[in-house]
T-cell receptor, first 116, second 114 residues
Framework: DAMVIQNPRYQVTQFGKPVTLSCSQT?????MYWYQQKSSQAPKLLFH???????NEADTPDNFQSRRPNTSFCFLDIRSPGLGDAAMYLC???????????????FGPGTRLTVL | DQQVKQNSPSLSVQEGRISILNCDYT??????FLWYKKYPAEGPTFLIS?????DKNEDGRFTVFLNKSAKHLSLHIVPSQPGDSAVYFC?????????????FGKGTHLIIQP
């Protein structure tokens, strides 16, 4: 089945210790997104890749970086996690139907990050 | 400033009745709206969408209504079933802006009571 896979599902890190979350997709979609969702909050877009083009949201902290080595994989790097970075991190993909108005995104199960 | 608002954190509905989930938005550039359903420990799952050129879209038990003048949309589920118990997120996008992300509401936790 075509899908969006996130590993690990649960990640525990220490304050200030770099951590990498991974996402892979078998949908062959052009676009990959990373969202942060804190408890009882709406998912918030951090950045997205359109193919290899990286697009950062204006209010995404510099502490968050991303890499997309190929179509299938995308990584979220948190260089120095703080307590406030504890959240669910959701990866999503979409086909690029620019102008067609259909931006349906398909989400992975998420990685819950705990910062000690 | 929240551009997509779901003002009801939770909603309880009896099985077999209609569930109505509401969503308001403030950004007039939004022209594509989606509803996602989320179970605990899973990612959001796409449910139904509507383009701003329509005012209604139906898919089985799920119907989404869009009132552009009021900047309001609603999701109707009829009849409601126990498996519908989940958190429902309203999301919006400005499709003319290209492959941008979605703007989500905070979600409404729907509880279907037997």
């Amino acid at each position: 089945d075509a899908m969006v896979i996130q590993n690990p599902r649960y990640q525990v890190t220490q304050f200030g210790k770099p951590v990498t979350l991974s996402c892979s997709q078998t949908l062959n979609h052009n676009v990959m997104y990373w969202y942060q969702q804190k408890s009882s909050q709406a998912p918030k877009l951090l950045f997205h890749y359109y193919d290899k083009d990286f697009n950062n949201e204006a209010d995404t902290p510099d502490n968050f970086q991303s890499r997309r080595p190929n179509t299938s994989f995308c990584f979220l790097d948190i260089r120095s996690p703080g307590l406030g970075d504890a959240a669910m991190y959701l990866c999503a993909t979409s086909r690029d139907l620019r102008g067609a108005g259909t931006d349906t995104q398909y989400f992975g199960p998420g990685t819950r990050l705990t910062v000690l | 400033d929240q551009q997509v608002k779901q003002n009801s954190p939770s909603l309880s509905v009896q099985e077999g009745r209609i569930s109505i989930l509401n969503c308001d938005y403030t950004n007039s550039m939004f022209d594509y709206f989606l509803w996602y359903k989320k179970y605990p420990a899973e990612g959001p799952t796409f449910l139904i969408s509507i383009s701003s050129i329509k005012d209604k879209n139906e898919d089985g038990r799920f119907t989404v209504f869009l009132n552009k003048s009021a900047k309001h949309l609603s999701l109707h589920i009829v009849p409601s079933q126990p498996g519908d118990s989940a958190v429902y997120f309203c999301a919006a996008s400005d499709s003319g802006g290209g492959a941008d992300g979605l703007t989500f509401g905070k979600g409404t936790h729907l509880i279907i009571q037997p």
